[in-house]
């Protein structure tokens, strides 16, 4: 390799300092090879990853999350195809940061060229991370939730076996970059778009690693819910906790993506071995993922590993629910796992629960059976119902007993004077002949008119005089006896040996 690729290689990614170094080796020849040493000594640190050579402080940057710098193939050209500057990164690490595309080969359509994808530091111009684009296995262009202005964000998934074991996650606004450059002439005719240059040049050379960036649809899954920043536009995640951590799940056309925190999770229809639902409430409900850990095709159980994700809102239960069976994910809602176990109640020494007998032409459905189930315990539980159990309930226990308690009275009341038995001396006179009544009318007129014309003392002696006496003629006359009225006194009468204050002489 000669001095100059060797210095193309190594100042790819600066374009102008690659020049200046040219146009000083023109100048003066006798540098050229000081320059070459120079190029061939950073290409040397580059696969290395600075790890020797590094500050103190760069080194712990590295093993606290920043991606070092993967090896590359060192006999092809490197040369940057886009850099864009001051790009927020969120993972690895969080800071702002150049990310570039770069190209190893003479051709971009070459089957032997390769592509990685790198960042670089503002302050000190080095390559902090590169990594090869087929090195990764899913990448996402997915909306940012919950914020005022729109913003993407782009994931880069590695795959399981890869020597890069982080996501690459970085964020940019929608419309133009402010500053963008392609310095290649065939990928800037491909991504000639203002709006859409990183979109459609990273998909570009993630298909020739076999890869597509992938977008949210509506066709797949919208929210019931719109933006809360922006009500015009579609929501397409749903907010869920994955035990403590929020984060939001995305439905994709490829699998199901849980960000934007660590750990980050994508679940890929074909590691989904099923779906169910849990926590159904009023208001929220729980997704549950039953997802493979192996690459073997044979399912194996000790492999599957379940996430739930937790407090998702009620109102994207259906789109959720048609996602599902959209894309044939099985529905293990109603397994037999998840099932609760059968308590056997006793009522009145006996079994409430049926043995179920196993029919093989029953085709009810589970739900079916249960209710059938409930139906006959309920029956059973009216067949076995005692009143008496439950102790005295309104009386009803008693009505037997106080029937038959009036039925012997009944028989044996023949004959018998049950007036004067029942009510004793509180019996009113109804049998009262004629002249009796006539006599009655006459002293009761006779009491009313005493009671108007003479005073308090007089008529209350002679009521008590008159009445006591045909009284007493009516008790021996019809064998009754009478309560004799209460007599009415005057309000106040003096005490013995007190002189009368109505007599004159005494006082």
């Given at each position: 390799?000669?001095?100059?690729?060797?210095?193309?290689?190594?100042?790819?990614?600066?374009?102008?300092?690659?020049?200046?170094?040219?146009?000083?080796?023109?100048?003066?020849?006798?540098?050229?090879?000081?320059?070459?040493?120079?190029?061939?000594?950073?290409?040397?640190?580059?696969?290395?990853?600075?790890?020797?050579?590094?500050?103190?402080?760069?080194?712990?940057?590295?093993?606290?999350?920043?991606?070092?710098?993967?090896?590359?193939?060192?006999?092809?050209?490197?040369?940057?195809?886009?850099?864009?500057?001051?790009?927020?990164?969120?993972?690895?690490?969080?800071?702002?940061?150049?990310?570039?595309?770069?190209?190893?080969?003479?051709?971009?359509?070459?089957?032997?060229?390769?592509?990685?994808?790198?960042?670089?530091?503002?302050?000190?111009?080095?390559?902090?991370?590169?990594?090869?684009?087929?090195?990764?296995?899913?990448?996402?262009?997915?909306?940012?939730?919950?914020?005022?202005?729109?913003?993407?964000?782009?994931?880069?998934?590695?795959?399981?076996?890869?020597?890069?074991?982080?996501?690459?996650?970085?964020?940019?606004?929608?419309?133009?970059?402010?500053?963008?450059?392609?310095?290649?002439?065939?990928?800037?005719?491909?991504?000639?778009?203002?709006?859409?240059?990183?979109?459609?040049?990273?998909?570009?050379?993630?298909?020739?690693?076999?890869?597509?960036?992938?977008?949210?649809?509506?066709?797949?899954?919208?929210?019931?819910?719109?933006?809360?920043?922006?009500?015009?536009?579609?929501?397409?995640?749903?907010?869920?906790?994955?035990?403590?951590?929020?984060?939001?799940?995305?439905?994709?056309?490829?699998?199901?993506?849980?960000?934007?925190?660590?750990?980050?999770?994508?679940?890929?229809?074909?590691?989904?071995?099923?779906?169910?639902?849990?926590?159904?409430?009023?208001?929220?409900?729980?997704?549950?993922?039953?997802?493979?850990?192996?690459?073997?095709?044979?399912?194996?159980?000790?492999?599957?590993?379940?996430?739930?994700?937790?407090?998702?809102?009620?109102?994207?239960?259906?789109?959720?629910?048609?996602?599902?069976?959209?894309?044939?994910?099985?529905?293990?809602?109603?397994?037999?796992?998840?099932?609760?176990?059968?308590?056997?109640?006793?009522?009145?020494?006996?079994?409430?629960?049926?043995?179920?007998?196993?029919?093989?032409?029953?085709?009810?459905?589970?739900?079916?059976?249960?209710?059938?189930?409930?139906?006959?315990?309920?029956?059973?539980?009216?067949?076995?119902?005692?009143?008496?159990?439950?102790?005295?309930?309104?009386?009803?226990?008693?009505?037997?007993?106080?029937?038959?308690?009036?039925?012997?009275?009944?028989?044996?009341?023949?004959?018998?004077?049950?007036?004067?038995?029942?009510?004793?001396?509180?019996?009113?006179?109804?049998?009262?002949?004629?002249?009796?009544?006539?006599?009655?009318?006459?002293?009761?007129?006779?009491?009313?008119?005493?009671?108007?014309?003479?005073?308090?003392?007089?008529?209350?002696?002679?009521?008590?005089?008159?009445?006591?006496?045909?009284?007493?003629?009516?008790?021996?006359?019809?064998?009754?006896?009478?309560?004799?009225?209460?007599?009415?006194?005057?309000?106040?009468?003096p005490d013995e040996g007190m002189p009368d204050p109505e007599d004159d002489d005494q006082l």
């Open positions: 390799m000669s001095g100059r690729d060797e210095i193309d290689r190594a100042f790819g990614s600066d374009s102008q300092l690659r020049k200046r170094i040219h146009d000083a080796i023109n100048a003066t020849p006798q540098y050229g090879l000081l320059f070459d040493d120079i190029a061939r000594y950073h290409l040397k640190s580059q696969a290395n990853g600075n790890s020797e050579d590094g500050p103190a402080s760069k080194k712990r940057k590295l093993a606290n999350g920043s991606l070092s710098v993967t090896s590359t193939q060192t006999n092809q050209p490197r040369e940057v195809i886009l850099e864009a500057r001051d790009i927020s990164f969120s993972l690895p690490q969080r800071k702002k940061l150049h990310l570039g595309i770069a190209q190893y080969g003479t051709d971009i359509n070459a089957s032997t060229t390769t592509f990685a994808v790198y960042t670089r530091n503002p302050t000190t111009n080095e390559v902090e991370t590169e990594v090869p684009i087929d090195q990764f296995a899913y990448a996402l262009r997915l909306p940012v939730p919950e914020k005022a202005t729109k913003q993407y964000n782009f994931c880069l998934l590695p795959k399981p076996d890869s020597n890069q074991s982080d996501p690459i996650i970085w964020t940019v606004n929608h419309g133009p970059l402010k500053s963008c450059h392609i310095p290649n002439p065939v990928l800037a005719k491909i991504a000639s778009g203002p709006d859409h240059i990183l979109e459609t040049a990273l998909d570009f050379v993630l298909k020739k690693a076999g890869i597509s960036l992938t977008y949210p649809t509506a066709d797949e899954f919208a929210s019931a819910t719109p933006e809360s920043h922006r009500k015009s536009d579609k929501a397409y995640h749903v907010k869920a906790f994955r035990g403590s951590k929020d984060g939001f799940l995305f439905f994709l056309h490829n699998g199901i993506f849980f960000g934007f925190k660590k750990p980050l999770s994508f679940f890929a229809f074909e590691d989904v071995v099923s779906i169910s639902y849990t926590s159904v409430l009023q208001r929220t409900f729980n997704l549950n993922i039953a997802y493979r850990t192996s690459d073997e095709p044979a399912i194996d159980m000790d492999a599957v590993q379940e996430v739930e994700f937790s407090m998702i809102d009620q109102a994207d239960f259906p789109g959720i629910d048609a996602y599902i069976k959209r894309h044939g994910l099985q529905d293990a809602s109603l397994a037999e796992s998840r099932r609760a176990a059968k308590v056997k109640s006793a009522a009145n020494g006996k079994s409430s629960i049926k043995q179920e007998d196993d029919d093989p032409d029953d085709t009810r459905t589970e739900l079916e059976k249960a209710q059938q189930q409930l139906e006959d315990e309920e029956d059973e539980e009216e067949e076995d119902y005692d009143p008496g159990s439950d102790g005295e309930s309104e009386g009803s226990g008693e009505s037997d007993d106080d029937d038959e308690g009036y039925e012997r009275p009944k028989a044996k009341a023949k004959g018998r004077d049950l007036v004067a038995e029942e009510l004793g001396s509180e019996a009113e006179d109804v049998s009262v002949s004629e002249d009796e009544e006539e006599q009655g009318d006459d002293q009761g007129d006779e009491g009313d008119e005493e009671e108007d014309g003479l005073d308090a003392e007089g008529a209350e002696e002679l009521d008590q005089d008159e009445q006591g006496f045909e009284l007493g003629q009516h008790v021996q006359k019809h064998g009754f006896s009478a309560v004799a009225p209460a007599v009415h006194q005057s309000a106040w009468v």
